[in-house]
T-cell receptor, first 113, second 112 residues
Framework: GESVGLHLPTLSVQEGDNSIINCAYS??????FIWYKQESGKGPQFIIDIRSNMDKRQGQRVTVLLNKTVKHLSLQIAATQPGDSAVYFC????????????FGRGTSLIVHP | DADVTQTPRNRITKTGKRIMLECSQT?????MYWYRQDPGLGLRLIYYSFDVKDINKGEISDGYSVSRQAQAKFSLSLESAIPNQTALYFC???????????FGPGTRLLVL
């Protein structure tokens, strides 16, 4: 049956610290991965993506690392700010065609000033 | 203006009532999706549509139906609402590759 009221994994950090959010994916055939940020009261928004032919990709203050051997994805946020407080989701997908992304449960990031 | 809009943003209804949630997009994307979000359970796919003539069930379609009225419009209906359908509902779009999804602001639904 369905469980309700589960608590999301939570990461609490101090402003200025670096944050690392982890995600395990399930399908070894997935070749495209995305991190989304969902702020309170809003829909998820794209942050950064990475394809399976890469193991690292950097954006502005964010870095995504991909370890295909253990099917693990991480999002690193440098110099975390209070505005980074949100729920972060990873999604796995396959390039092109009729595939639908699969979303992880999410991690709640709380940044303390 | 927002690229993906949802109406209403909040809705309270009673058990047994029929309600419709609407989604419109100006991104010109062919693909549209409806998701449900419950606390701690992430996003679960209800229905999706790859073009105007295409409708597909997602993992939790029971109790829901959809209509793709045009490329830009995709509505979700609860034929007879039940309290278990209390949740946050998101519409999303993507282009042909379907890789990155763009979400609306969500509709918070409470079924009493």
């Amino acid at each position: 049956g369905e469980s309700v009221g589960l608590h999301l994994p939570t990461l609490s950090v101090q402003e200025g610290d670096n944050s690392i959010i982890n995600c395990a994916y399930s399908n070894s055939a997935s070749d495209y991965f995305i991190w989304y940020k969902q702020e309170s009261g809003k829909g998820p928004q794209f942050i950064i993506d990475i394809r399976s032919n890469m193991d690292k990709r950097q954006g502005q203050r964010v870095t995504v690392l991909l370890n295909k051997t253990v099917k693990h994805l991480s999002l690193q946020i440098a110099a975390t700010q209070p505005g980074d407080s949100a729920v972060y989701f990873c999604a796995e997908n396959m390039h092109g065609g009729s595939y639908i992304p699969t979303f992880g449960r999410g991690t709640s990031l709380i940044v303390h000033p | 203006d927002a690229d993906v809009t949802q109406t209403p943003r909040n809705r309270i209804t009673k058990t047994g009532k029929r309600i419709m949630l609407e989604c419109s997009q100006t991104k010109g994307h062919d693909r549209m999706y409806w998701y449900r979000q419950d606390p701690g359970l992430g996003l679960r796919l209800i229905y999706y549509s790859f073009d105007v003539k295409d409708i597909n069930k997602g993992e939790i379609s029971d109790g829901y139906s959809v209509s793709r009225q045009a490329q830009a419009k995709f509505s979700l209906s609860l034929e007879s609402a039940i309290p278990n359908q209390t949740a946050l509902y998101f519409c999303a779009t993507s282009d042909y590759g379907g890789e990155t999804q763009y979400f609306g602001p969500g509709t918070r639904l409470l079924v009493l």
